[in-house]
């Protein structure tokens, strides 16, 4: 036997190291199946990942396609806008009756202010429109002699007769607001016409305050449009209204009439309808204004109260500008080195404030240094 394994011992020698690789191989691969395992495992989760972002970035396979598209719409919207904007600095254009506001002083105001309310109080009573405070039908056309508020004023009841210590800005705004009632009054007066049967009765004009000396005092002729809501037109920063109020005795036709006449920049924003609380019979025309009552040919309706009490709150177009902020934050947001907002070249702005926004190249610069101001 030790014969046999002396001469066998290279065999044996041979035989054992190959058993002993092979137990230690069986050893690794049953570690290296575990592992396979573990590495299967995170193959299908990246898989799955790999899927999940491609479905992902599927919405973005046509990015520059839709890139054109958005800057096409961007061009349309901004050629739009320009157009908006143009057509109402047409509207504001197309009256011309503020056109004369900025050489008028304060006594300038004053005078016109006060021949306006004696002219046009007169001047109603005669095309049949009764007014607060008239003899309405004596072809004397009396008023009482002082502003004791018995009179129309035509939103100005506490400038009849006096005339506070204005700065020229404030008074030039109060003879804009002026000159707007004119204009509606001459469009009252022509949608009641020469019809003695269309009765129509004025009872009072409301404005808005335009200033820090008009804002004192509050009167019956004040109008309060912090309490209109979202009726009103106005837009703080993009579109600038003034905003009046008429109250008014009248049949519908006349009522149809006189909104029929309020082409832009009039905006009707609101109309209120009230039953009348008198009679029409107070409107009756007597001698010395109208031709006698059995000479009006117009035919009496059936019904013979038809007036109603109609309040319509009308603005006037003042302007109308975009928001430079807004524009600006929007169009002109990319950084320089530093991480600043970068602004736009200076011709750029003078373009901007000059036509877009129609601004003083000082206000301008304000509303730019405010953006793009760099951190010290």
């Not at 890139?67 to 009256?95: C, F, G, M, P, W």
């Not at 011309?96 to 506001?101: F, H, R």
């Not at 920063?237 to 036709?253: D, S």
């Amino acid at each position: 036997m030790l014969t046999f394994l002396k001469e066998n011992i290279m065999f044996f020698s041979f035989l054992g190291m190959f058993v002993a690789i092979y137990i230690t191989l069986s050893i690794y691969s049953c570690g290296l199946e575990g592992n396979l395992k573990v590495e299967e495992a995170k193959r299908t989760a990246l898989r799955n990942e790999l899927q999940d972002e491609l479905d992902r970035q599927a919405n973005f396979n046509d990015v520059a396609e839709n890139l054109k598209v958005a800057q096409q719409d961007s061009k349309d919207l901004a050629n739009s806008r320009k157009a908006e904007l143009s057509a109402l600095r047409t509207i504001l254009s197309k009256e011309g009756i503020l056109a004369d506001a900025d050489r008028k002083s304060s006594q300038d105001v004053n005078s016109d202010l006060q021949r306006f309310i004696r002219l046009y109080r007169e001047k109603l009573t005669q095309k049949g429109i009764k007014v607060k405070g008239s003899t309405f039908g004596d072809s004397s056309l009396g008023f009482p002699a002082e502003g004791d508020g018995k009179q129309e004023s035509f939103g100005f009841a506490k400038y009849d007769g006096q005339w506070p210590s204005f700065e020229v800005s404030e008074a030039r705004e109060i003879y804009k607001q002026k000159q707007i009632i004119l204009r509606l009054l001459d469009l009252l007066i022509q949608a009641k016409g020469s019809n003695a049967a269309q009765p129509l009765e004025l009872l009072s004009v409301k404005r808005e305050l335009v200033g820090e000396e008009d804002s004192k005092r509050r009167d019956r002729d004040t109008l309060a449009t912090e309490s209109l809501g979202d009726s009103l037109v106005e837009q703080p920063g993009k579109i600038q209204t003034y905003a009046f109020r008429i109250e008014l005795v009248a049949r519908t036709t006349t009522l149809r009439q006189f909104i029929t006449l309020l082409e832009p920049p009039f905006i009707v924003s609101d109309v209120e309808v009230h039953r009348a609380q008198s009679a029409t019979n107070e409107f009756a025309p007597s001698d010395g204004l109208f031709p006698p009552e059995e000479e009006v040919t117009t035919s009496i309706p059936i019904i013979v109260d038809v007036d109603s009490r109609f309040v319509v709150t009308i603005e006037y177009l003042i302007g109308v500008q975009a928001d430079p902020t807004q524009f600006l934050k929007t169009y002109y947001s990319q950084k320089d080195e530093e991480g600043n907002l970068k602004p736009p070249p200076q011709t750029t702005a003078d373009f901007l404030s000059k036509h877009v926004f129609n601004m003083e190249a000082e206000a301008f610069g304000e509303i730019l240094d405010s953006i793009y101001k760099k951190e010290e």
